[in-house]
């Protein structure tokens, strides 16, 4: 399949979850809306309400029962996102996984979710791309777009200015290689992002006029979640993964270009030095693995392809020497006119294709184009130059591309308009 009618064809997605069903953020188990359980209020001082007790789901699915302590879990219908508990009669609107008694956010529950899987060996480079990720559609790109961006409950706050925004931002510091799901269960990161768009833009894409001036806004519940390297082959954490890349709206597979030994010729003389070979981490063996356990997992018979849309983004550009002034897409800034541009997406794809072949390194794009309904091709920078010594260059955190595969996603989702460079 050719390149413009891969990227411009918009389909309806295959296996989006019905407006009934809500699939857990961390256990990844399917849930009924009418099934989504509670969680009682607890007692409040001398007042009424349940005492804690030791909730064994909860405790089975972190491994400890440290914080497992809780009032109770139960199941009633609920109305308005509200349940009495049966024990106590306290009101309570804290909902939670019925499998893993994971908190459920109302914003989650409440809106259309898509859970954004992102891939990478060891040395890709995934959490500093989601810390700056994050940074930018809270920034830059979510004023572009008219949109914002809000954390959908405490653990995501926590875990965003813990682990990503204060050592990265506010201390300088690089990332530290993403710790493997062994150790500890991952923890998602759940957002809500809400667009306002103009009602003529979005009255033309749906085939309707409606009144000029009139605005919509649309949500759309977004769950990150990064994997290890070494997860993808270890049998005790494997089965997660499985599941969370089954459950996977759409698949983000980050691949450092420093790996693939044709591309370093291109490398800047000041990058670090390549990382040393290791098989299981050489990008085409990372993504094989996860599409052929995804294959077996959904059953699909030889020949047939994977229905879920996948980015392929080259990280860390920034090491490779730059094409002549004008000539390389994927260099120049991405246009801001609050819409995917095709013609720019078209453009960076057709480029990152050749020089995937040009590294000798065209057997990605061979295996992709085999494997997968529909994929594109990216090229991104979190940082923007070279870091040094563990720290951030000196001058600073400046990305280019970082939002381009998941601009391109959310156009998939119906989020994002489409424009040509010859339209208003």
């Known amino acids: ?247 996977a709206d759409a698949i983000v597979f980050l691949v450092d270009p420093l790996e693939l030994p044709g591309a370093r010729a291109m490398v800047r003389d000041e990058a670090p030095p390549p990382p040393r070979t290791d098989p299981d981490s050489e990008p085409i063996n990372v993504i094989a693995r996860v599409t052929e356990a995804l294959r077996q997992r959904r059953g699909l018979r030889p020949g047939e392809r994977l229905p879920v849309p996948v980015a392929v983004a080259l990280t860390k550009i920034d090491a490779l020497l730059p094409a002549p002034a004008g000539q390389s897409p994927l260099h120049r800034s991405r246009p801001s006119r609050g819409a995917l541009d095709l013609d720019d997406r078209e453009a960076v794809d057709a480029q990152v294709r050749g020089l995937l072949h040009d590294w000798e390194a065209g057997q990605l794009d061979v295996y992709l184009r085999q494997q997968y309904a529909e994929y594109a091709l990216f090229g991104v920078s979190a940082l923007g130059g070279m870091p040094s010594r563990g720290r951030v260059g000196a001058g600073g955190v400046r990305p280019h591309r970082v939002e381009d595969p998941l601009l391109w996603l959310l156009y998939r989702f119906g989020m994002l308009d489409g424009t040509r460079g010859n339209e208003v």
Request: a positive charge.
């Open 1 to 247: 399949m050719g390149s413009q009618s891969r990227i411009s064809a918009r389909i309806a997605l295959p296996g989006l979850r019905a407006d009934d069903e809500v699939c857990c953020p961390y256990c990844f188990e399917r849930v009924p809306r009418q099934r989504i359980a509670f969680r009682c209020m607890g007692r409040a001082g001398r007042g009424q309400g349940c005492d804690p007790v030791l909730d064994e789901e909860l405790a089975a699915y972190t491994g400890s029962a440290a914080g497992a302590s809780l009032p109770p879990v139960f199941e009633a219908p609920g109305r308005g996102g509200r349940a009495d508990c049966p024990r106590c009669g306290r009101t309570t609107g804290r909902r939670v996984c019925p499998h893993c008694h994971n908190p459920l956010p109302p914003a989650y529950c409440e809106s259309p979710g898509r859970i954004v899987a992102l891939v990478g060996a060891k040395n890709a480079g995934k959490s500093t791309y989601i810390a700056v990720l994050l940074h930018e559609l809270m920034n830059r790109v979510g004023t572009e777009l008219d949109a914002s961006l809000v954390a959908c409950d405490d653990r995501t706050i926590d875990r965003y200015k813990r682990d990503f925004a204060r050592p990265l931002y506010d201390e300088h510091r690089l990332l530290p290689t993403t710790a493997s799901a062994a150790t500890a269960p991952r923890e998602p990161l759940v957002y809500l992002l809400t667009r306002t768009r103009p009602a003529r833009r979005a009255g033309r894409r749906l085939g309707a006029r409606l009144p000029l001036g009139r605005e919509r806004t649309e949500s759309l519940a977004l769950v990150l979640f990064d994997t290890a390297g070494e997860d993808l082959r270890s049998r005790d954490v494997r089965d997660l993964h499985l599941r969370y890349l089954e459950a």
